[in-house]
């Protein structure tokens, strides 16, 4: 199983994003709950939101209103679309799709800098 994340790269404060992240070799995409990740330099890594397999969503309150996670099971993708950035939404962010309450496959990140 592979998850391929793409889509960062400088953006102004303000400016949008949208992160895509494309499973491959991974069966029964849609019984996945997918999540996305980030982690700033000298931080933690933190959930920024996850979508159930019933597309139930659950956001990091410093998102809320600014990111959307949407998911497409017939293409094996979970997307980001990231409005009104800031500069601390700088970070690497990460796909990652699991069942039963863990996530099994992680991507490899894609950098998002946030800067004027």
């Known amino acids: 199983v592979q998850l391929q994340a793409s889509g960062g790269g400088l953006v102004q404060p303000g400016g949008s994003l949208r992160l895509t992240c494309a499973a491959s070799?991974?069966?029964?995409?849609?019984?996945?709950?997918l999540a996305w990740f980030r982690q700033a330099p000298g931080k933690e890594r933190e959930r920024v939101v996850c979508?159930?397999?019933?597309?139930?969503?659950d956001y990091t309150d410093s998102v809320k209103g600014r990111f959307t996670i949407s998911r497409d099971n017939a293409r094996n993708t979970v997307y980001l679309q990231m409005n009104s950035l800031k500069p601390e939404d700088t970070a690497v962010y990460y796909c990652?799709?699991?069942?039963?309450?863990?996530?099994?496959?992680w991507g490899q990140g894609t950098l998002v800098t946030v800067s004027s």
């Open positions: 990652a799709a699991g069942t039963s309450g863990e996530y099994d496959y």
């Open positions: 070799g991974i069966e029964n995409f849609d019984y996945y709950a």
């Open positions: 979508i159930s397999n019933s597309d139930s969503t």
